[in-house]
């Protein structure tokens, strides 16, 4: 396959180039021929007259722009054919073409400037290239639903290639993450408990163990295969929907409006509903952190899924949904929206406008990832008072009827200690054994956590504890209690731990879990051991 086929580019009706890091051309498009024709395959960008000399910035230090991994969209003079100069739209992002790093080039209609107010040069330029239609529908930028296609490929073509530099990065990210656990755990294993050196050690477990999330959620992103754990039957997404929306209506309901609209019969789609419920999640601390950031007293989020059956292909916002059968999702908040700039960035890793103190910018890369891998797309838009984020998943059109849960099965009265650092998954522990009838403590960490078992005499009857925590880690505390309460059940949560037999696996549940999953892993452990 070449290069243009790869990504769609040899019949694209807008030019596209590659050069390499050295600004040489190593491959253009038809339309780069027809526009560009001092272009030539081998021969340096800048030996052409292709770029012009009324631009602010040299040529070179636009290649030296792209060499430091500034990716934006930069307006430009371009000489085109009949020695016109005109404006255009410059995206470029990093690729690589047999085993050459460079970056590819593409060329769209720029949008005009509402604050010129001679546009005749610009018109009648474009003019004089309308020797070949196509090209004309690309530089004139007349026809919408080709720009729309344009800007489609050009998204696509830039996540792709995040993509594909994620997938190395994470490789060997996890493979020296996994050297440094093994042995880091294995130097722990042989410490005696007084060891100067041991709480140091810790400290790099806990570091690495970090590390190990941010990897995990990287791999999500980026992985290319399908899902593994998919499920073998129908999922209704309306459960999980509702099950999900339910927990942020009991823990977040600070000014916020929650309108739900579910669809009757909906679509049976298959996927992981661990990994689905926390890229829903998100979608909905996005909405909620919109809405409250308007600073009004209240604000709407409508969620909503639909059935759809498409026998053509259509578009929403920027994304192309081709055809077939979907269920889609709809978060729909009065956040005010996003820009453009914004919108085209917000599945890239590690890109955030929060925080960076607290957020890595891998929320909605985790969604992309998650929903792609699934077969789905991901679409964002402005829509009214805000922002719509919508997710379309692959359907069969079997009609799924809701589950009816027996939660008596569920129920229990029994006293839980949560161990969580988190506050989003400390709370939604509490909330959800609560409604289950649980009797629940909690701590922020494993010193919190031995100060209040030590009140109650250690009279609890199970301790939920994540790993990797502040002051104390999980394993600390795991420690501590096998000495001083040796008898007392204790589940450990983590997105990164494997447990290596049959009994630790049983005491473990993995990050990201569902609520349900949750309330069956305890009730698991109170029935196995006998405390119904």
Not at 396 to 409: A, F, I, L, N
Request: proline content about 3%; aromatic content about 6%; charged content about 25%.
């Amino acid at each position: 396959m070449s290069f243009g086929q790869k990504f769609g580019l040899d019949s694209a009706q807008w030019p596209a180039l590659w050069v390499d890091i050295l600004g040489i051309v190593g491959w253009l498009n038809s339309q780069s021929a027809k526009c560009f024709p001092t272009l030539q395959v081998g021969q340096p960008l800048a030996g052409s007259d292709f770029w012009s000399k009324d631009n602010k910035i040299a040529l070179r230090s636009y290649l030296e722009m792209l060499e430091d991994g500034d990716f934006a969209s930069h307006k430009v003079k371009l000489n085109a054919i009949a020695g016109q100069t005109l404006d255009f739209q410059v995206h470029a992002c990093s690729s690589s073409l047999e085993d050459r790093e460079g970056y590819l080039i593409q060329v769209m209609p720029a949008e005009p400037d509402p604050a010129k107010t001679d546009s005749t040069k610009t018109s009648s330029s474009l003019s004089l290239i309308q020797q070949d239609d196509s090209l004309s529908k690309a530089i004139s930028g007349s026809d919408e639903s080709m720009n729309r296609e344009q800007n489609a490929v050009a998204l696509k073509q830039k996540l792709d290639c995040a993509l594909q530099l994620t997938r190395a990065v994470t490789l060997d990210f996890n493979n020296a993450l996994t050297s440094i656990l093994g042995h880091t755990s294995l130097v722990l294993s042989k410490m005696k408990t007084d060891d100067p050196w041991r709480k140091s050690l810790l400290e790099v477990e806990k570091s690495a163990a970090r590390a190990a999330e941010i990897a995990s959620d990287l791999a999500s992103f980026s992985r290319q295969e399908k899902e593994v754990k998919a499920s073998d039957k129908g999922v209704n997404l309306n459960d999980l929907i509702r099950e999900t929306v339910d927990m942020f209506q009991t823990t977040r309901t600070d000014g916020i409006l929650w309108e739900v609209e579910l669809e009757d019969n909906v679509f049976e789609t298959r996927f992981d509903t661990a990994k689905m419920q926390r890229a829903i999640v998100n979608l909905l601390d996005n909405a909620v952190e919109a809405v409250q950031a308007t600073g009004k007293k209240s604000g709407k989020i409508k969620v909503k899924t639909e059935n759809h059956d498409l026998e053509l292909a259509v578009w929403e916002g920027s994304t192309a949904i081709k055809p077939g059968s979907y269920v889609s999702l709809e978060i729909l908040d009065e956040g005010g929206g996003i820009s453009m700039d914004v919108m085209n960035r917000v599945f890239e890793p590690f890109f955030t406008t929060k925080p960076k103190q607290n957020h890595r910018g891998l929320g909605l890369a985790w969604v992309y990832g998650v929903v792609t891998n699934c077969g789905g797309s991901v679409a964002f838009n402005n829509k009214g008072l805000g922002l719509s984020a919508k997710i379309f998943l692959p359907a069969q059109k079997t009609m799924m009827s809701s589950v009816s849960h027996k939660t008596e099965d569920l129920q229990g009265d029994q006293l839980i200690l949560v161990v969580d650092d988190d506050s989003l998954l400390l709370n939604m522990g509490e909330v959800v054994l609560s409604e289950y009838g649980y009797q629940i403590m909690t701590a922020v960490n494993g010193e919190e956590a031995l100060k209040k078992l030590k009140e109650v005499n250690f009279k609890v009857d199970l301790v939920i504890t994540d790993m990797v925590m502040p002051k104390m880690t999980g394993r600390e505390l795991i420690e501590r209690l096998r000495k001083e309460a040796p008898h007392l059940p204790i589940l450990c949560t983590s997105g990164y731990h494997r447990p290596s037999t049959a009994k630790e696996e049983t005491m473990y549940l993995r990050k990201p879990f569902t609520s349900q999953e949750l309330v069956r892993k305890v009730k698991q452990i109170f029935t196995d051991k006998g405390l119904n």
